[in-house]
């Protein structure tokens, strides 16, 4: 026999009405009696019609996620806690994977009427599309956006003090030739932990070794490593912006038979997969990448259903985890 929402309402021990508010995510339910239909929904194995909620409330129960790669494994994980955190709350995602070049893809989701609304993960043309989706009055949340300021409301990382911390790690371990790698100057991110590497060593009276502008792939760690043994100078510390080119350079430098971190300790930057599974194991400054889901989720609900009344910025910390890449200096 199929399962109705009157058979929910009886396992939960709630109204109907208090399921039926539960289904259409009305904020208006208390959170233990949220809990209480969900886990009687999934007892039951129940799954509402999604066709009939959504023209019941003129919604289409879809939530568009617009992002450039899924060729990195924290991406992957905001991604999959989104997923997760909308599923929870009755929506489904729509993902959409372009290119700053063929970034019509992503405008196709910001037509009204074609969803709910709309999350941004790490936008490159951010002022176009806040204010296309503005224009359309489609609800948004940034999450990893290149703004300091943003005019939306946005969920971030504080990579100042990730960069600092990151550097801080290799003074406290008594290096002074601490070289760091950048990632691409339009990228926030990439500045605000350059600009974090700058003051920690400003702080302890260092001069940097050097910075290089990299593109947060493999092959650029790689060579500016090889760059700096050709150029016969090399440093005992390498703080590089995200985990790829830290890999990158650990790749090069092993090749010559450079002890990692006997003779250069290394630090990236996210806590890619690949942090682990290389050998020795990188120490790294991991983002928080499920709070960041689950922030960004919640925000946008709050905007959906009219409960947000202004723009807001969370910032979330970074953490640093200390493995193999790093010891005192020799």
């Not at 100042?160 to 100057?185: C, M, N, Q, V, W």
């Not at 050097?210 to 440093?235: H, K, N, Q």
């Not at 400054?285 to 919640?298: D, F, K, T, Y």
């Amino acid at each position: 026999m199929k399962v109705s929402i009157v058979d929910v309402a009886k396992k939960s021990g709630l109204s109907i009405v208090t399921v039926s508010r539960v289904l259409n995510n009305l904020p208006s339910v208390r959170k233990s009696n949220r809990e209480r239909v969900l886990q009687a929904m999934k007892e039951l194995d129940y799954h509402p019609n999604a066709s009939a909620r959504s023209l019941a409330r003129g919604k289409t129960g879809i939530i568009g996620l617009a992002l450039t790669t899924l060729h990195d494994s924290f991406l992957d994980a905001v991604v999959k806690e989104v997923n997760d955190r909308l599923a929870e709350n009755g929506y489904f995602l729509a993902l959409s994977i372009s290119t700053e070049e063929d970034d019509h893809i992503h405008r196709s989701l910001f037509q009204e009427g074609r969803v709910d609304g709309v999350i941004l993960l790490s936008p490159i043309r951010e002022d176009e599309y806040v204010l296309e989706l503005k224009r359309n009055r489609i609800p948004f949340v940034m999450l990893d956006n290149q703004q300091m300021n943003s005019p939306a409301t946005s969920v971030i990382v504080d990579n100042f003090y990730g960069g600092y911390e990151a550097t801080k790690h290799l003074i406290d371990l008594g290096h002074r030739d601490i070289a760091h790698i950048s990632g691409p100057e339009l990228f926030l991110s990439s500045r605000e932990r350059e600009r974090g590497y700058h003051a920690a060593l400003e702080e302890a009276g260092i001069t940097p070794f050097c910075v290089e502008r990299g593109d947060f792939e493999i092959s650029t760690g790689y060579r500016i490593a090889r760059g700096w043994m050709d150029a016969g100078r090399l440093p005992t510390a390498v703080f590089a912006s995200d985990d790829n080119m830290a890999l990158g350079a650990m790749n090069a430098f092993i090749i010559e038979g450079i002890r990692i971190p006997q003779q250069i300790s290394i630090i990236g930057f996210d806590d890619q997969i690949l942090a682990t599974e290389f050998h020795p194991k990188l120490t790294t400054m991991r983002q928080p990448a499920a709070q960041i889901g689950r922030m960004g989720v919640e925000l946008l609900l709050k905007s959906i259903s009219g409960a947000a009344k202004r723009n807001v910025t969370v910032q979330l910390s970074p953490e640093l985890v200390i493995r193999e890449t790093t010891s005192l200096r020799q």
